[in-house]
């Protein structure tokens, strides 16, 4: 049986690409694809893939919160990202809602295909360039001092920030002002010794200050 999966990129000459990689061999049948977010998610429900092949930055939702999601939604479904980004704000979030692996897009052909082969037995694949980061990371916790502490404030602004939501959105969640949002986060910005948004939540997740979902 050939292995099903969708495609999921905002783009569609990359998808298109990468439908020509996999239709051209009998091992696989793209079973859908899907242009951001909440259209990954309906058409991973309507067709019960075996791997989903997930680009991470998306209009409309965070390609972590869409791992998030499916997660929730399929349970024990392989998610394998396939980015052009290997830094850490979009590293740590996707392996963190539970990634099965994380490729760069100048992957070659034939390593992309094995890859997925591997995703669909459940095994674990990343790129030397992910490993790197992650080993990096990992040793960056081990000799960091702990942060400041962050309020429950805070955090709860901070965990809507890992989710995808703006200053608006944020403050309409929590019934405060813009302005109130933008004193939160330059207090957390001064407490985790950073300088913008994604380092922020990059700092967090490396902190254990926030759990898979955003949640602190």
């Known amino acids: 049986m050939p292995i099903r999966l969708i ?8 998808r298109d690409g990468l439908r020509g990689i996999f239709s051209a061999d009998g091992d696989f049948e793209v079973a859908g694809e899907a242009a951001d977010g909440p259209e990954a998610l309906a058409v ?14 998306m209009p409309g939702m965070s390609g972590a919160e869409v791992i998030r999601r499916l997660r929730e939604q399929t349970p024990g479904l392989p998610v394998l990202v396939l980015t052009t980004f290997d830094d850490d704000a979009d590293v740590l979030p996707a392996i963190e809602q539970g990634a099965t692996g ?61 989710k995808g939501a703006t200053n608006r959105e944020i403050a309409g969640r929590l019934f405060i002002t813009e302005a109130t949002v933008k004193t939160h986060l330059l207090h957390v910005f001064a407490k985790l010794e950073v300088s913008d ?11 254990g200050l926030l759990r898979p979902g955003g949640e602190s």
């Open 7 to 14: 495609i999921v990129d905002d783009h569609p000459v990359v």
């Open 44 to 57: 991973a429900l309507r067709t019960a893939p075996d791997v989903v092949l997930l680009d991470l930055r």
């Open 102 to 162: 994380y490729l760069l897009k100048d992957t070659p052909r034939a390593e992309l295909r094995r890859a997925v082969q591997a995703a669909a037995r459940g095994e674990s694949v990343l790129s030397p360039a992910v490993a790197h980061v992650l080993g990096r990371v990992l040793d960056r916790r081990e000799r960091a001092p702990r942060p400041q502490p962050l309020s429950p404030r805070e955090l709860e602004v901070l965990g809507l920030i890992a």
């Open 197 to 207: 948004r994604a380092a922020a939540v990059a700092a967090a997740y490396e902190a």
